[in-house]
Protein backbone atom coordinates (compact mmCIF):
# COMPACT_ATOMS: atom_id res chain seq x y z
CA UNK A 1 0.00 0.00 0.00
CA UNK A 2 1.49 3.37 -1.10
CA UNK A 3 2.20 5.72 1.92
CA UNK A 4 1.64 9.64 1.70
CA UNK A 5 3.57 10.58 4.52
CA UNK A 6 6.07 13.09 3.20
CA UNK A 7 4.52 12.84 0.04
CA UNK A 8 4.58 16.96 -1.75
CA UNK A 9 1.28 18.85 -1.91
CA UNK A 10 1.15 18.80 -5.66
CA UNK A 11 0.94 14.50 -5.46
CA UNK A 12 -1.90 14.69 -2.70
CA UNK A 13 -3.76 17.34 -4.86
CA UNK A 14 -4.09 15.32 -7.75
CA UNK A 15 -4.88 12.31 -5.32
CA UNK A 16 -7.92 14.41 -4.40
CA UNK A 17 -8.89 15.50 -7.31
CA UNK A 18 -8.62 12.06 -8.55
CA UNK A 19 -11.32 11.27 -5.90
CA UNK A 20 -13.67 14.34 -6.91
CA UNK A 21 -13.88 12.31 -10.25
CA UNK A 22 -14.63 9.08 -8.65
CA UNK A 23 -10.98 7.66 -9.69
CA UNK A 24 -8.42 6.13 -7.99
CA UNK A 25 -11.21 3.53 -6.31
CA UNK A 26 -12.59 5.33 -3.05
CA UNK A 27 -14.71 3.73 -0.99
CA UNK A 28 -15.70 7.37 0.59
CA UNK A 29 -13.33 9.77 -0.17
CA UNK A 30 -15.05 10.55 -3.84
CA UNK A 31 -18.18 11.49 -1.64
CA UNK A 32 -15.92 13.59 0.91
CA UNK A 33 -13.90 14.95 -1.86
CA UNK A 34 -16.93 16.32 -4.33
CA UNK A 35 -18.04 18.40 -0.37
CA UNK A 36 -14.79 20.97 -1.27
CA UNK A 37 -13.18 23.59 -3.88
CA UNK A 38 -10.30 23.14 -5.95
CA UNK A 39 -9.07 25.94 -3.73
CA UNK A 40 -9.94 24.27 -0.28
CA UNK A 41 -8.73 20.99 -1.94
CA UNK A 42 -5.85 22.88 -2.46
CA UNK A 43 -5.40 24.37 1.08
CA UNK A 44 -6.25 20.68 2.33
CA UNK A 45 -3.24 19.04 0.66
CA UNK A 46 -0.71 21.61 1.59
CA UNK A 47 -2.24 21.38 4.86
CA UNK A 48 -1.21 16.95 5.05
CA UNK A 49 1.92 17.81 2.86
CA UNK A 50 3.32 19.73 6.14
CA UNK A 51 2.39 17.02 8.59
CA UNK A 52 5.35 15.90 10.63
CA UNK B 1 10.57 8.62 10.19
CA UNK B 2 7.60 6.29 10.92
CA UNK B 3 5.19 6.65 7.17
CA UNK B 4 1.55 7.04 7.65
CA UNK B 5 -0.23 4.35 5.53
CA UNK B 6 -2.06 5.77 2.82
CA UNK B 7 -5.44 4.00 4.82
CA UNK B 8 -4.60 5.83 7.76
CA UNK B 9 -4.03 9.09 5.56
CA UNK B 10 -7.27 8.87 4.53
CA UNK B 11 -9.11 8.83 7.91
CA UNK B 12 -6.71 10.94 9.24
CA UNK B 13 -8.39 13.63 6.06
CA UNK B 14 -11.92 12.65 6.97
CA UNK B 15 -11.70 13.60 10.13
CA UNK B 16 -9.33 16.77 10.14
CA UNK B 17 -11.05 17.94 6.57
CA UNK B 18 -13.47 20.19 8.81
CA UNK B 19 -11.00 22.13 9.72
CA UNK B 20 -8.24 22.49 7.29
CA UNK B 21 -9.83 23.70 4.22
CA UNK B 22 -10.92 26.75 5.90
CA UNK B 23 -8.18 27.82 8.05
CA UNK B 24 -5.28 25.90 9.84
CA UNK B 25 -4.51 29.37 11.40
CA UNK B 26 -1.47 30.50 12.40
CA UNK B 27 -0.67 30.28 15.69
CA UNK B 28 -1.70 33.01 18.12
CA UNK B 29 1.22 34.38 20.10
CA UNK B 30 2.10 33.19 23.47
CA UNK B 31 1.70 35.88 26.44
CA UNK B 32 -0.64 37.32 28.64
CA UNK B 33 -4.48 34.88 28.33
CA UNK B 34 -6.77 36.50 26.16
CA UNK B 35 -9.81 34.61 27.46
CA UNK B 36 -11.28 32.05 29.48
CA UNK B 37 -13.51 29.72 27.58
CA UNK B 38 -15.33 27.00 30.00
CA UNK B 39 -16.24 23.76 28.60
CA UNK B 40 -19.10 21.70 30.12
CA UNK B 41 -19.04 18.17 29.10
CA UNK B 42 -15.90 15.49 27.89
CA UNK B 43 -17.07 13.68 25.47
CA UNK B 44 -16.21 14.03 21.56
CA UNK B 45 -17.93 17.46 21.33
CA UNK B 46 -16.33 18.72 24.61
CA UNK B 47 -12.66 17.53 24.44
CA UNK B 48 -12.58 18.04 20.88
CA UNK B 49 -13.40 21.67 21.34
CA UNK B 50 -10.64 22.24 24.57
CA UNK B 51 -8.20 20.76 22.96
CA UNK B 52 -8.50 22.65 19.83
CA UNK B 53 -9.00 25.76 21.43
CA UNK B 54 -5.62 25.44 22.77
CA UNK B 55 -4.33 24.48 19.58
CA UNK B 56 -5.28 27.16 17.53
CA UNK B 57 -4.77 30.19 20.37
CA UNK B 58 -2.31 28.52 23.27
CA UNK B 59 -3.16 32.34 24.79
CA UNK B 60 -6.88 31.08 25.56
CA UNK B 61 -7.33 29.70 29.26
CA UNK B 62 -9.26 26.76 28.86
CA UNK B 63 -10.86 24.27 31.68
CA UNK B 64 -13.34 21.81 31.12
CA UNK B 65 -15.70 20.09 33.65
CA UNK B 66 -16.83 16.94 33.72
CA UNK B 67 -17.66 14.65 37.26
CA UNK B 68 -15.98 11.52 35.00
CA UNK B 69 -12.75 11.06 35.41
CA UNK B 70 -12.42 9.68 31.80
CA UNK B 71 -15.04 8.91 29.12
CA UNK B 72 -16.69 5.67 27.15
CA UNK B 73 -16.55 6.24 23.82
CA UNK B 74 -20.32 5.16 22.06
CA UNK B 75 -19.13 4.34 18.85
CA UNK B 76 -18.04 0.42 18.69
CA UNK B 77 -19.97 -0.14 21.17
CA UNK B 78 -21.80 -2.45 19.60
CA UNK B 79 -19.12 -4.32 18.45
CA UNK B 80 -18.45 -4.52 22.18
CA UNK B 81 -22.13 -6.23 22.39
CA UNK B 82 -21.62 -8.43 18.93
CA UNK B 83 -18.69 -9.86 21.02
CA UNK B 84 -16.14 -8.46 18.48
CA UNK B 85 -14.57 -6.19 21.32
CA UNK B 86 -13.79 -5.75 24.84
CA UNK B 87 -15.60 -3.06 26.45
CA UNK B 88 -12.66 -2.01 28.32
CA UNK B 89 -11.23 -0.87 24.89
CA UNK B 90 -13.71 2.09 24.68
CA UNK B 91 -12.44 3.69 27.65
CA UNK B 92 -10.72 6.89 27.42
CA UNK B 93 -8.50 9.09 29.78
CA UNK B 94 -8.16 12.80 29.85
CA UNK B 95 -3.89 12.90 29.12
CA UNK B 96 -4.29 14.22 26.02
CA UNK B 97 -6.38 17.00 27.55
CA UNK B 98 -4.32 17.85 30.22
CA UNK B 99 -0.84 18.10 27.37
CA UNK B 100 -2.42 20.51 25.48
CA UNK B 101 -3.10 22.39 28.39
CA UNK B 102 -6.57 22.25 29.20
CA UNK B 103 -7.10 22.66 32.90
CA UNK B 104 -9.33 19.63 33.94
CA UNK B 105 -11.92 19.85 36.88
CA UNK B 106 -13.72 16.80 37.66
CA UNK B 107 -16.98 17.83 38.67
CA UNK B 108 -20.10 18.59 38.01
CA UNK B 109 -21.90 22.51 36.25
CA UNK B 110 -24.99 22.50 37.86
CA UNK B 111 -25.94 25.87 37.08
CA UNK B 112 -25.13 29.06 34.68
CA UNK B 113 -25.17 33.00 35.28
CA UNK B 114 -25.27 34.11 31.67
CA UNK B 115 -25.41 37.97 33.07
CA UNK B 116 -22.43 37.26 35.41
CA UNK B 117 -20.72 34.86 33.26
CA UNK B 118 -20.07 32.61 36.02
CA UNK B 119 -20.95 28.63 35.65
CA UNK B 120 -21.09 26.98 39.36
CA UNK B 121 -20.29 23.51 40.10
CA UNK B 122 -21.42 20.93 42.10
CA UNK B 123 -19.25 20.57 45.02
CA UNK B 124 -19.83 24.54 45.84
CA UNK B 125 -17.59 26.55 43.21
CA UNK B 126 -17.64 28.77 40.37
CA UNK B 127 -15.78 29.72 37.25
CA UNK B 128 -15.88 32.68 35.11
CA UNK B 129 -16.18 32.20 31.94
CA UNK B 130 -15.29 34.97 28.57
CA UNK B 131 -17.00 32.45 26.65
CA UNK B 132 -18.82 29.03 27.56
CA UNK B 133 -19.09 25.83 25.85
CA UNK B 134 -21.94 23.61 26.77
CA UNK B 135 -21.50 19.81 25.76
CA UNK B 136 -23.86 17.36 27.49
CA UNK B 137 -24.20 15.22 25.28
CA UNK B 138 -28.14 13.23 26.07
CA UNK B 139 -30.45 12.84 29.25
CA UNK B 140 -32.70 9.77 28.84
CA UNK B 141 -36.33 10.69 28.83
CA UNK B 142 -37.94 8.41 31.50
CA UNK B 143 -41.34 6.87 31.48
CA UNK B 144 -40.88 7.11 28.01
CA UNK B 145 -41.73 4.18 26.69
CA UNK B 146 -44.62 4.08 29.74
CA UNK B 147 -42.68 1.61 32.73
CA UNK B 148 -39.11 2.47 31.83
CA UNK B 149 -37.15 4.00 34.26
CA UNK B 150 -33.77 3.34 35.84
CA UNK B 151 -34.95 0.21 37.90
CA UNK B 152 -36.41 -1.30 34.56
CA UNK B 153 -33.36 -0.29 32.44
CA UNK B 154 -31.39 -3.00 34.91
CA UNK B 155 -33.96 -5.85 33.77
CA UNK B 156 -34.35 -4.17 30.31
CA UNK B 157 -31.16 -1.68 29.23
CA UNK B 158 -30.94 0.36 26.70
CA UNK B 159 -27.04 0.04 26.12
CA UNK B 160 -27.14 3.96 24.57
CA UNK B 161 -24.45 5.39 27.19
CA UNK B 162 -21.63 3.08 27.02
CA UNK B 163 -20.52 1.10 30.11
CA UNK B 164 -22.03 -1.62 32.48
CA UNK B 165 -24.91 -1.24 30.28
CA UNK B 166 -23.41 -2.40 27.22
CA UNK B 167 -21.84 -5.44 29.29
CA UNK B 168 -25.36 -6.07 30.57
CA UNK B 169 -26.83 -6.67 27.60
CA UNK B 170 -24.19 -8.51 26.16
CA UNK B 171 -24.27 -11.21 28.97
CA UNK B 172 -28.00 -11.38 28.28
CA UNK B 173 -27.23 -12.10 25.16
CA UNK B 174 -24.46 -14.89 25.82
CA UNK B 175 -27.00 -16.31 28.75
CA UNK B 176 -30.10 -16.85 26.27
CA UNK B 177 -31.41 -20.16 25.29
CA UNK B 178 -31.20 -20.96 21.50
CA UNK B 179 -34.09 -20.06 20.06
CA UNK B 180 -34.63 -16.95 22.28
CA UNK B 181 -36.56 -13.65 20.84
CA UNK B 182 -34.08 -10.22 21.00
CA UNK B 183 -36.60 -7.41 20.91
CA UNK B 184 -34.31 -3.78 19.98
CA UNK B 185 -37.12 -0.95 20.76
CA UNK B 186 -36.31 2.23 18.58
CA UNK B 187 -37.55 5.58 19.74
CA UNK B 188 -38.42 8.15 17.73
CA UNK B 189 -36.26 10.16 16.04
CA UNK B 190 -34.11 12.19 16.87
CA UNK B 191 -32.18 10.15 18.94
CA UNK B 192 -28.38 9.77 19.83
CA UNK B 193 -26.34 7.86 16.32
CA UNK B 194 -29.24 7.13 13.93
CA UNK B 195 -27.84 3.93 12.39
CA UNK B 196 -26.63 2.77 16.08
CA UNK B 197 -29.89 0.14 16.24
CA UNK B 198 -29.84 -1.26 13.04
CA UNK B 199 -25.97 -1.83 13.36
CA UNK B 200 -26.67 -3.64 16.25
CA UNK B 201 -29.41 -5.73 15.59
CA UNK B 202 -26.90 -6.50 12.35
CA UNK B 203 -23.95 -7.29 15.22
CA UNK B 204 -26.39 -9.41 17.77
CA UNK B 205 -27.49 -11.19 14.77
CA UNK B 206 -23.75 -11.95 13.94
CA UNK B 207 -23.69 -13.28 17.26
CA UNK B 208 -26.79 -15.36 17.14
CA UNK B 209 -26.34 -16.48 13.57
CA UNK B 210 -22.38 -18.40 15.01
CA UNK B 211 -23.89 -19.67 18.77
CA UNK B 212 -27.76 -19.97 18.79
CA UNK B 213 -28.83 -19.69 15.43
CA UNK B 214 -32.81 -20.32 15.82
CA UNK B 215 -32.63 -17.46 17.44
CA UNK B 216 -34.76 -14.45 16.48
CA UNK B 217 -34.28 -10.47 16.49
CA UNK B 218 -37.51 -8.08 16.54
CA UNK B 219 -36.65 -4.71 16.10
CA UNK B 220 -39.43 -2.56 17.03
CA UNK B 221 -39.66 1.07 15.62
CA UNK B 222 -41.39 4.61 16.45
CA UNK B 223 -40.30 5.49 12.91
CA UNK B 224 -41.12 4.61 9.39
CA UNK B 225 -38.03 4.64 7.57
CA UNK B 226 -33.77 4.63 9.55
CA UNK B 227 -30.07 5.66 7.89
CA UNK B 228 -29.03 3.37 5.34
CA UNK B 229 -31.75 1.49 5.47
CA UNK B 230 -31.45 -0.03 2.04
CA UNK B 231 -27.44 -0.96 2.54
CA UNK B 232 -29.01 -2.12 5.79
CA UNK B 233 -31.85 -5.15 4.16
CA UNK B 234 -29.48 -6.05 1.20
CA UNK B 235 -26.85 -6.68 4.08
CA UNK B 236 -29.64 -8.62 6.30
CA UNK B 237 -30.76 -10.53 3.11
CA UNK B 238 -27.37 -11.58 2.50
CA UNK B 239 -26.20 -12.60 5.90
CA UNK B 240 -29.04 -12.94 8.27
CA UNK B 241 -31.88 -14.04 6.10
CA UNK B 242 -35.04 -14.63 8.29
CA UNK B 243 -33.18 -13.73 11.31
CA UNK B 244 -34.09 -9.49 11.57
CA UNK B 245 -37.90 -8.60 11.41
CA UNK B 246 -38.15 -4.59 11.24
CA UNK B 247 -41.53 -3.07 12.16
CA UNK B 248 -42.28 0.34 11.33
CA UNK B 249 -44.25 2.59 12.90
CA UNK B 250 -46.55 2.28 10.42
CA UNK B 251 -47.29 -1.31 11.07
CA UNK B 252 -47.91 -0.64 14.69
CA UNK B 253 -44.25 -1.12 15.38
CA UNK B 254 -43.71 2.05 18.47
CA UNK B 255 -43.27 0.58 22.03
CA UNK B 256 -45.72 2.42 24.22
CA UNK B 257 -45.36 0.69 27.52
CA UNK B 258 -42.82 -1.94 28.71
CA UNK B 259 -43.38 -4.43 31.54
CA UNK B 260 -39.82 -5.71 32.82
CA UNK B 261 -41.08 -8.01 35.56
CA UNK B 262 -43.40 -9.65 32.66
CA UNK B 263 -40.38 -9.07 29.71
CA UNK B 264 -43.53 -7.87 28.00
CA UNK B 265 -43.51 -4.82 25.41
CA UNK B 266 -46.40 -3.27 24.53
CA UNK B 267 -47.51 -1.25 21.50
CA UNK B 268 -50.86 0.35 20.50
CA UNK B 269 -52.32 -3.01 19.61
CA UNK B 270 -49.66 -5.92 20.39
CA UNK B 271 -48.04 -7.39 23.13
CA UNK B 272 -44.22 -8.75 22.72
CA UNK B 273 -42.92 -11.54 24.98
CA UNK B 274 -39.37 -11.51 25.04
CA UNK B 275 -36.02 -12.71 25.67
CA UNK B 276 -33.66 -10.21 25.94
CA UNK B 277 -35.03 -6.72 25.44
CA UNK B 278 -32.75 -4.07 24.27
CA UNK B 279 -35.14 -0.34 24.82
CA UNK B 280 -33.75 2.82 23.36
CA UNK B 281 -35.67 5.34 25.49
CA UNK B 282 -36.67 8.78 24.08
CA UNK B 283 -34.26 11.43 24.68
CA UNK B 284 -33.02 15.28 25.05
CA UNK B 285 -30.52 17.63 25.02
CA UNK B 286 -28.42 16.70 28.41
CA UNK B 287 -29.50 17.80 31.90
CA UNK B 288 -26.98 21.29 32.34
CA UNK B 289 -28.38 22.46 28.90
CA UNK B 290 -32.26 21.84 30.51
CA UNK B 291 -31.81 22.95 33.71
CA UNK B 292 -30.02 25.65 32.34
CA UNK B 293 -32.85 27.00 29.76
CA UNK B 294 -30.87 26.44 26.66
CA UNK B 295 -33.41 23.89 25.46
CA UNK B 296 -36.87 25.00 23.45
CA UNK B 297 -39.50 22.67 23.39
CA UNK B 298 -38.10 20.15 21.35
CA UNK B 299 -36.06 19.31 24.75
CA UNK B 300 -32.81 19.83 22.10
CA UNK B 301 -30.63 23.28 22.15
CA UNK B 302 -31.37 25.64 19.75
CA UNK B 303 -28.06 27.49 17.85
CA UNK B 304 -26.90 30.29 15.70
CA UNK B 305 -25.57 27.49 13.12
CA UNK B 306 -22.29 30.20 12.11
CA UNK B 307 -20.92 29.48 15.65
CA UNK B 308 -23.16 27.33 17.77
CA UNK B 309 -23.87 29.59 20.31
CA UNK B 310 -26.88 29.63 21.42
CA UNK B 311 -30.06 31.03 20.78
CA UNK B 312 -31.38 31.36 24.30
CA UNK B 313 -28.27 32.35 26.22
CA UNK B 314 -25.60 35.24 24.82
CA UNK B 315 -21.75 33.92 25.42
CA UNK B 316 -23.18 30.06 25.78
CA UNK B 317 -22.05 27.80 22.74
CA UNK B 318 -23.58 24.45 22.67
CA UNK B 319 -22.23 21.45 20.45
CA UNK B 320 -22.46 17.77 20.28
CA UNK B 321 -25.63 15.67 20.16
CA UNK B 322 -27.55 18.42 22.43
CA UNK B 323 -27.67 21.23 19.92
CA UNK B 324 -29.95 21.46 17.24
CA UNK B 325 -27.79 21.14 14.00
CA UNK B 326 -29.76 19.03 11.48
CA UNK B 327 -29.27 17.96 8.78
CA UNK B 328 -26.05 16.49 10.36
CA UNK B 329 -27.23 13.17 12.79
CA UNK B 330 -26.04 13.53 16.72
CA UNK B 331 -22.89 11.23 15.92
CA UNK B 332 -19.45 11.14 17.39
CA UNK B 333 -18.23 12.77 13.64
CA UNK B 334 -20.76 15.58 14.14
CA UNK B 335 -19.72 16.85 17.36
CA UNK B 336 -16.28 16.40 16.80
CA UNK B 337 -16.90 18.85 13.46
CA UNK B 338 -18.93 21.61 15.35
CA UNK B 339 -16.37 21.60 17.57
CA UNK B 340 -13.59 22.64 15.83
CA UNK B 341 -15.28 25.15 14.25
CA UNK B 342 -16.97 26.48 17.32
CA UNK B 343 -13.60 26.79 18.58
CA UNK B 344 -12.60 28.86 15.96
CA UNK B 345 -15.68 30.87 16.47
CA UNK B 346 -14.83 31.50 19.88
CA UNK B 347 -11.65 32.14 18.86
CA UNK B 348 -12.85 35.10 16.36
CA UNK B 349 -15.64 36.34 18.97
CA UNK B 350 -12.91 36.64 22.16
CA UNK B 351 -10.42 38.78 19.66
CA UNK B 352 -13.21 40.72 18.65
CA UNK B 353 -13.41 39.59 15.27
CA UNK B 354 -15.96 38.50 12.61
CA UNK B 355 -16.31 34.51 12.94
CA UNK B 356 -15.62 33.19 9.13
CA UNK B 357 -18.16 30.69 7.48
CA UNK B 358 -18.09 27.53 8.94
CA UNK B 359 -17.08 24.13 7.37
CA UNK B 360 -18.81 20.92 8.66
CA UNK B 361 -18.47 17.20 7.95
CA UNK B 362 -19.86 14.17 9.26
CA UNK B 363 -18.66 10.38 8.67
CA UNK B 364 -21.00 7.29 10.06
CA UNK B 365 -19.43 3.84 9.63
CA UNK B 366 -22.20 0.96 10.74
CA UNK B 367 -20.42 -2.66 10.41
CA UNK B 368 -22.67 -5.48 9.91
CA UNK B 369 -20.19 -8.38 9.87
CA UNK B 370 -16.26 -8.23 11.07
CA UNK B 371 -15.45 -7.94 7.38
CA UNK B 372 -18.46 -6.06 5.62
CA UNK B 373 -19.31 -2.24 6.46
CA UNK B 374 -21.25 0.40 4.90
CA UNK B 375 -21.11 4.07 5.57
CA UNK B 376 -22.78 7.57 5.43
CA UNK B 377 -21.27 10.91 5.19
CA UNK B 378 -22.36 14.31 4.75
CA UNK B 379 -20.48 17.66 3.98
CA UNK B 380 -22.07 21.06 4.72
CA UNK B 381 -21.98 24.51 4.66
CA UNK B 382 -23.82 27.52 6.14
CA UNK B 383 -26.49 28.74 3.33
CA UNK B 384 -29.34 31.66 4.64
CA UNK B 385 -28.35 30.53 7.92
CA UNK B 386 -28.78 27.10 7.85
CA UNK B 387 -26.52 24.48 8.11
CA UNK B 388 -27.05 22.08 4.31
CA UNK B 389 -25.19 19.85 2.55
CA UNK B 390 -23.24 20.78 0.01
CA UNK B 391 -25.42 19.52 -3.24
CA UNK B 392 -23.24 16.62 -4.71
CA UNK B 393 -21.36 15.16 -1.95
CA UNK B 394 -22.05 12.68 0.61
CA UNK B 395 -24.39 10.20 0.66
CA UNK B 396 -24.38 6.39 1.40
CA UNK B 397 -21.85 3.89 0.48
CA UNK B 398 -23.11 2.11 -3.10
CA UNK B 399 -25.60 -0.38 -3.07
CA UNK B 400 -24.25 -3.78 -4.97
CA UNK B 401 -20.95 -3.23 -4.15
CA UNK B 402 -18.24 -6.23 -4.12
CA UNK B 403 -17.48 -8.08 -0.76
CA UNK B 404 -13.69 -6.34 -1.06
CA UNK B 405 -15.93 -3.00 -1.14
CA UNK B 406 -17.50 -3.87 1.76
CA UNK B 407 -13.95 -5.16 3.42
CA UNK B 408 -12.47 -2.01 3.03
CA UNK B 409 -14.82 -0.32 4.96
CA UNK B 410 -15.00 -2.01 7.30
CA UNK B 411 -11.05 -1.89 7.48
CA UNK B 412 -11.44 1.82 7.62
CA UNK B 413 -13.89 1.82 9.80
CA UNK B 414 -11.58 1.01 12.37
CA UNK B 415 -9.03 3.17 10.90
CA UNK B 416 -12.01 5.95 11.58
CA UNK B 417 -12.40 5.08 15.23
CA UNK B 418 -8.74 5.56 15.59
CA UNK B 419 -8.26 8.78 14.06
CA UNK B 420 -11.07 10.26 15.64
CA UNK B 421 -10.04 8.90 19.64
CA UNK B 422 -7.09 10.59 18.70
CA UNK B 423 -8.11 13.48 17.27
CA UNK B 424 -10.67 14.60 20.34
CA UNK B 425 -9.15 13.00 22.90
CA UNK B 426 -5.70 13.36 22.16
CA UNK B 427 -2.95 11.36 20.52
CA UNK B 428 -2.50 9.85 23.88
CA UNK B 429 -5.45 7.16 23.52
CA UNK B 430 -4.68 5.81 20.25
CA UNK B 431 -5.92 2.77 20.26
CA UNK B 432 -3.99 0.38 17.36
Redesign the interface.
Known amino acids: ??????KPATYILRRLREFREGRGSP???D??????TDD??T??AD??SK?? | ???????R??K???S??AL???C?PEIGSAGSMSGRVVLAGGGFAGATCARYLRRIDPSVAVTLVDPQDGYHACPMSNWVIGGLRQSGSLAVNRDGLAAAGVNVVRDSAITIDGNARKVTLAAGSTLEYDRLVVAPGIEFKWGSPEGYDQAAAEVMPHAWQTGPQTTLLQHQLEAMEDGGVVVIAVPAAPFRCPPGPYERASLIAHYLKNNKPKSKIIILDANDKFSKQALFKEAWDALYPGMIEWVPVTEDGAVKRVDPKAMALYTELGEHKVSVANVIPAQGAGRLAADAGLTDESGWCPIDAKTFESRNMPGVHVIGDACIANPMPKSASAANSQAKNCALAIRALLRGEEPGEP?L?N?CYSLVAPDYAI?I???YRLANGKIVA?E????V?PSGATPE?RA??AE?NQGWYESIIADSFGQANRTS
Open positions: MPTLNGTIMRIAKGYELRIYLLP | MQQLPRRFLTLAVSSPLLSHTSNGIVGSGGSFREY
